[in-house]
């Protein structure tokens, strides 16, 4: 005979395709009942537009299908509320955040496109117009604003809250000032989602008007926690040319998307390049690879950045190009960037 309970235990096994986690437990498989060998459930998805959706459908088929005595399976679908939504990540009291005006998370839905620079520049860029400006390096698995700003001081605490380090005008924090020099973090799960917690909340960050996040490249629990622990937090997604690249920002801003999270615009990085033997900008990795996004998503795109040597040697050497060349070619893109990003959000 079939019960309700076997019908749990068989899908609790089968997981989101992107929090990788019980459908079940994240509370998307509901109402479930048995009407002789029928079995009728709900499936809650987090957005009506959901890509995945299809593949759900078709595995809690497959699982509760395979079960004795059951022939056949009818799942009507539905879409979480707000509050749902809110459940999957509970936000937390972040103390240190109370005088933080706004928060710009820089994303990637891959490694490697350069994120970190323009975390790093578009924070100065925006301290040189005179605004108040902090940086978080929430990249718990590979934290490098530290050797891109020559940040070798640990903090500072104070009434169990940590103090940021000042350096180039900005308050600046990472995982990698408070960790043994070299040595890897080996974080997962609730882990990370815990440091990540403790570095927005746990920091003095006083009064900004910006505090600028770089979070870890691709999907994972780190961007999903920074994202929903702090309210409107708005999200600049980095990409570079390449088809591989922007296949992955999709999915990022899909995600983003899902939890009803703020995307402010695209940059895209690594655009082209002067190589001096031509007035014509080369593009190594094609080019409009940022302008496809912004007309697929409707978002805006802030900013094509060149492939510079100025910029490649800034993060060498713990002086960032919107310090040592702030009135260069890159230079001036970054400005524009950090006016549009003003513009936006006031």
Same mark, same amino acid.
């Given at each position: 005979?079939?019960?309700?309970?076997?019908?749990?235990?068989?899908?609790?096994?089968?997981?989101?395709?992107?929090?990788?986690?019980?459908?079940?437990?994240?509370?998307?498989?509901?109402?479930?009942?048995v009407e002789n060998s029928l079995v009728r459930l709900t499936l809650a998805l987090t957005t009506s537009k959901c890509p995945k959706k299809e593949?759900?459908?078709?595995?809690?088929?497959?699982?509760?299908?395979?079960?004795?005595?059951v022939t056949g399976v009818e799942i009507q679908l539905t879409t979480l509320s707000k509050e749902d939504l809110q459940g999957l990540f509970p936000?937390?009291?972040?103390?240190?955040?109370?005088?933080?005006?706004?928060?710009?998370?820089?994303?990637?839905?891959?490694?490697?496109?350069?994120?970190?620079?323009?975390?790093?520049?578009?924070?100065?860029?925006?301290?040189?117009?005179?605004?108040?400006?902090?940086?978080?390096?929430?990249?718990?698995?590979?934290?490098?604003?530290?050797?891109? @700003?020559?940040? $070798?001081? /640990?903090?500072?605490?104070?009434?169990?809250?940590?103090? =940021?380090? +000042?350096? &180039? *005008?900005?308050?600046?924090?990472?995982?990698g000032m408070i960790t043994e020099k070299g040595q890897p973090v080996v974080w997962r799960g609730p882990l990370v989602a815990k440091a990540i917690?403790?570095?927005?909340?746990?920091?003095?960050?006083?009064?900004?008007?910006?505090?600028?996040?770089?979070?870890?490249?691709?999907?994972?629990?780190?961007?999903?926690?920074?994202?929903?622990?702090?309210?409107?937090?708005?999200?600049?997604?980095?990409?570079?040319?390449?088809?591989?690249?922007?296949?992955?920002?999709?999915?990022?801003?899909?995600?983003?998307?899902?939890?009803?999270?703020?995307?402010?615009? @695209?940059?895209? $990085?690594? /655009?082209?390049?002067?190589?001096?033997?031509?007035?014509? =900008?080369? +593009?190594? &990795? *094609?080019?409009?690879?940022?302008?496809?996004?912004?007309?697929?998503?409707?978002?805006?795109?802030?900013?094509?950045?060149?492939?510079?040597?100025?910029?490649?040697?800034?993060?060498?050497?713990?002086?960032?190009?919107?310090?040592?060349?702030?009135?260069?070619?890159?230079?001036?893109?970054?400005?524009?960037?950090?006016?549009?990003?003003?513009?936006?959000?006031?």
């Open positions: 005979m079939v019960d309700e309970q076997r019908i749990r235990d068989a899908v609790k096994g089968v997981l989101d395709p992107e929090l990788k986690k019980s459908l079940l437990d994240l509370g998307m498989i509901r109402d479930i009942h593949a759900m459908i078709a595995e809690i088929r497959r699982v509760v299908g395979e079960l004795t005595g936000q937390h009291p972040l103390v240190g955040l109370g005088k933080v005006r706004h928060v710009v998370a820089v994303a990637s839905g891959k490694g490697g496109v350069g994120k970190t620079t323009i975390a790093v520049n578009v924070a100065l860029a925006l301290a040189g117009m005179g605004k108040r400006v902090g940086l978080l390096d929430a990249d718990v698995y590979g934290p490098s604003v530290p050797v891109m @700003l020559a940040v $070798n001081d /640990s903090p500072e605490w104070e009434n169990q809250m940590m103090i =940021p380090v +000042e350096k &180039f *005008g900005l308050r600046i924090m990472s995982l917690n403790q570095l927005l909340g746990q920091v003095m960050w006083g009064d900004l008007d910006y505090l600028v996040v770089d979070l870890p490249p691709g999907t994972g629990d780190p961007s999903i926690t920074v994202a929903q622990s702090i309210p409107h937090a708005s999200v600049l997604m980095v990409t570079t040319p390449q088809e591989v690249a922007l296949a992955d920002v999709r999915r990022s801003i899909q995600l983003f998307n899902k939890f009803n999270i703020s995307i402010i615009g @695209l940059v895209e $990085n690594m /655009s082209y390049f002067f190589c001096g033997h031509t007035e014509n =900008p080369i +593009e190594i &990795f *094609g080019r409009g690879g940022g302008k496809k996004l912004s007309e697929e998503f409707g978002l805006p795109l802030l900013g094509e950045i060149p492939l510079d040597r100025e910029i490649g040697k800034g993060g060498d050497s713990g002086v960032p190009l919107m310090v040592s060349a702030p009135d260069s070619e890159p230079g001036r893109i970054f400005q524009v960037m950090a006016e549009k990003i003003i513009k936006i959000t006031q």
